[in-house]
Nanobody
Framework: QLQLVESGGGLVGTGGSLRLSCAAS????????IGWFRQAPGKEREGVSC????????NYADTVKGRFTFSRDNAKNTVYLQMNSLKAEDTAVYYC???????????????????WGQGTQVIVSS
């Protein structure tokens, strides 16, 4: 019964900030590789920010680099995505996803992450 539940989405103005949370249950987050993805209207799902199994490397999409920050709190079994300087093009449904750290995966490649949350909507006004 592995579950990921996103929260923290909402409506914000251009230039605003939002902090998304992804709470894991049924498994220990420390044993998994976690990634944030998003899907904007009319577009394919894309990787936003994904952390390595060791936690020593975090990948950010070029479109969000310098504005978004991935973090995790193993004690709370939760990961976060801090989003600053939001733009209209950041509007999307945001998902967190997990893959076993004991398997070889490609970071931020959605097909390699078997566990997904339900998503949380982020709308940035123009």
């Amino acid at each position: 019964q592995l579950q990921l539940v996103e929260s923290g989405g909402g409506l914000v103005g251009t230039g605003g900030s939002l902090r998304l949370s992804c709470a894991a249950s049924g498994f220990t987050l420390d044993n998994y590789i976690i990634g944030w993805f998003r899907q904007a209207p009319g577009k394919e799902r894309e990787g936003v920010s994904c952390i390595s199994s060791s936690g020593n490397y975090t990948n950010y999409a070029d479109t969000v680099k310098g504005r978004f920050t991935f973090s995790r709190d193993n004690a709370k079994n939760t990961v976060y995505l801090q989003m600053n300087s939001l733009k209209a093009e950041d509007t999307a449904v945001y998902y967190c996803a997990a893959a076993s750290k004991y398997r070889m995966i490609r970071l931020c490649v959605s097909d390699d992450y078997p566990y997904w949350g339900q998503g949380t909507q982020v709308i940035v006004s123009s």
